[in-house]
């Protein structure tokens, strides 16, 4: 019996390990598809320009507003 529940506990361990590296490889996968860092800096610096060109058409054409 005791033989038994020796095997029944290493073939959960060898069940458990597997569940984790399957998980780390569903993780693997999901990070791999992310956008890298070129991609990343490429939206910051569309995103900074956009924000200026918005306020300065904004002080500008404004009517009553700062531009003044």
Known sequence: ???LDDKVQATSNLSGELARQSDLA???DRVARLP???ALIVAAV???VLAASFT???IKFLPGG???
């Open 66 to 68: 700062i531009g003044l």
């Open 46 to 48: 569309i995103a900074a």
């Open 26 to 28: 569903a993780l693997h």
């Open 36 to 38: 890298g860092y070129s």
């Open 56 to 58: 300065v058409a904004l």
């Open 1 to 3: 019996m005791l033989r």
